[in-house]
């Protein structure tokens, strides 16, 4: 088992900028790759960036590419999501994700744990 908690989610204007963080704790956290989704109201949950266990390679949605970042900290337990040029239709519930290491990267279909969420909502 693996515990997630986000944080840093909040009310933002358009073109500017939130950093969402989220701690692990548990099994061991180089164990997993880590990832962010987002779900905004009477919308699926969608993949939004995923990172590998060593923090050496990343992947993004189309969506976001270019705008946001993901990182992990291993020494620290957490991993982070810088997103810049915040768009209304960014608005979404984000959720951090975590799976075991795989050696494909690559978009997520799904996850094995799971936190709670956090809100974010950006204004036009």
């Known amino acids: 088992q693996v515990q997630l908690v986000e944080s840093g989610g909040g009310l933002v204007q358009a073109g500017g900028s939130l950093r969402l963080s989220c701690a692990a704790s548990?099994?061991?956290?180089?164990?997993?790759?880590m990832g962010w989704f987002r779900q905004a109201p009477g919308k699926e949950r969608e993949f939004v960036a995923a990172i590998n266990w060593r923090g050496d390679n990343t992947y993004y949605s189309d969506t976001v590419k270019g705008r946001f970042t993901i990182s992990r900290d291993n020494a620290k337990n957490t991993l982070s999501l810088q997103m810049n040029s915040l768009k209304p239709e960014d608005t979404a519930a984000y959720y951090c994700a975590a799976r075991p290491a795989q050696i494909f990267l690559g978009a997520w279909a799904g996850a094995n744990y799971w936190g709670q969420g956090t809100q974010v909502t950006v204004s036009s």
């Open positions: 548990g099994r061991t956290f180089m164990s997993f790759d």
